[in-house]
């Protein structure tokens, strides 16, 4: 099946930086979701970006689908960014399950 | 719009007995529904993939015996876990293609916790 690696896996950052998060994988896919899993376990949709370039508000994410990567960018963090990023990856126009990389999990500190 | 609620969000239960989760579309119709198992400070993992009025597709090492899942309605969706036992214990999360097959949404997960 499809590999889906994400880096860095730990992100440690002060409040007010900017981080780039990467996604890798290892096929052509029809859907890309990038994933912010709070504390309690829910899982909040980012973006959904098989390819291009979206932003809202202070995240922004970029998939080179010809590349099989995707980088989700956060500027001007705050301590509610705190969590596991996920991305995940699938095909078949929602047909099937989403294959999901082991996340990156980033603490920003006040 | 597209929410997907998931009940219950906490169970303890005692090794050997059932425990049954649901999953709703609350304002859209789910013909597909999946279901994931997220063990601590893990990923998740693709349990089975569940289309209305049919038999669910579990994924390679998943026991269908123990994950019974049913999908009766384009609303409802629902996971009994059956005979527990403590290595059972994870979070289960489910899922629903939303409308136009633009990505997925999920909901708030399950934490089932057998003694």
């Known amino acids: 099946g499809i590999q889906v690696e994400q880096s860095p896996p730990d992100l440690i950052l002060q409040e007010g930086a900017n981080s780039t998060l990467r996604c890798n994988f290892s096929?052509?896919?029809?859907?890309l979701q990038w994933f912010h899993q709070n504390p309690w376990g829910q899982l909040i949709n980012l973006f959904y970006?098989?390819?291009g370039t979206k932003q809202n508000g202070r995240l922004s994410a970029t998939t080179v689908a010809t590349e099989r990567y995707s980088l989700l960018y956060i500027s001007s963090s705050q301590t509610t960014d705190s969590g596991v990023y996920f991305c995940?990856?699938?095909?078949?126009?929602?047909?099937?399950?989403?294959?999901f990389g082991k996340g990156t999990h980033l603490i920003i500190q006040p | 719009g597209a929410v997907v609620s998931q009940h219950p969000s906490r169970v303890i239960c005692k090794s050997g007995t059932s425990v049954k989760i649901e999953c709703r579309s609350l304002d859209f119709q789910a013909t597909t529904m999946f279901w994931y198992r997220q063990f601590p400070k893990q990923s998740l993992m693709l349990m089975a993939t569940?289309?209305?009025?049919?038999?669910?597709?579990?994924e390679q090492g998943v026991e269908k015996d123990k994950f019974l899942i049913n999908h009766a309605s384009l609303t409802l969706s629902t996971l009994t876990v059956t005979s527990a036992h403590p290595e059972d214990s994870s979070f289960y999360i489910c899922s629903a293609t939303l409308p136009g097959g633009y990505g997925y949404t999920f909901g708030s997960g399950t934490r089932l916790t057998v003694v």
């Open positions: 995940a990856v699938g095909g078949r126009g929602g047909a099937d399950g989403l294959t």
């Open positions: 096929d052509s896919v029809n859907n």
């Open positions: 569940s289309n209305e009025g049919s038999k669910a597709t579990y």
């Open positions: 970006i098989p390819s």
